[in-house]
């Protein structure tokens, strides 16, 4: 089992950059794939990118595709995720999820642990 926090979140302008973090206060992380999802305001929680436990693989959504990066440190124990040109329709609470299967993680966006999550706002 693994206990998620996520940091880095905040209030930007648009074409502005953030990283995201996700560490564990309890478990290990590198025992997992990682990703992460986001929920914005009235909508449905979806899907933005994974990575598996080596860091050799990772998938993005279109909607972020060249924008945001997955990544993680496994020395650090913690997942990354760089958004860089924002725009106000990333404007959401950002998830940290751990998952025993990359592949159910990259197909089903199944993960079986999730963190609190941490607010983006982002401004025209």
């Known amino acids: 089992q693994v206990q998620l926090v996520e940091s880095g979140g905040g209030s930007v302008q648009a074409g502005a950059s953030l990283k995201l973090s996700c560490s564990a206060s309890?478990?290990?992380?590198?025992?997992?794939?990682m990703a992460w999802f986001r929920q914005a305001a009235r909508k449905e929680r979806e899907f933005v990118a994974a990575i598996n436990r080596e860091g050799r693989n990772t998938v993005h959504d279109d909607a972020v595709k060249g924008r945001f990066t997955i990544s993680r440190d496994n020395d650090k124990d913690t997942v990354y995720l760089q958004l860089s040109s924002l725009k106000p329709e990333d404007t959401a609470v950002y998830y940290c999820?751990?998952?025993?299967?990359?592949?159910?993680?990259?197909?089903?966006?199944?993960?079986?642990?999730w963190g609190q999550g941490t607010q983006v706002t982002v401004s025209s």
């Open positions: 309890e478990g290990t992380l590198s025992l997992y794939a």
């Open positions: 999820a751990a998952a025993y299967s990359f592949n159910e993680l990259r197909t089903l966006r199944r993960a079986n642990y």
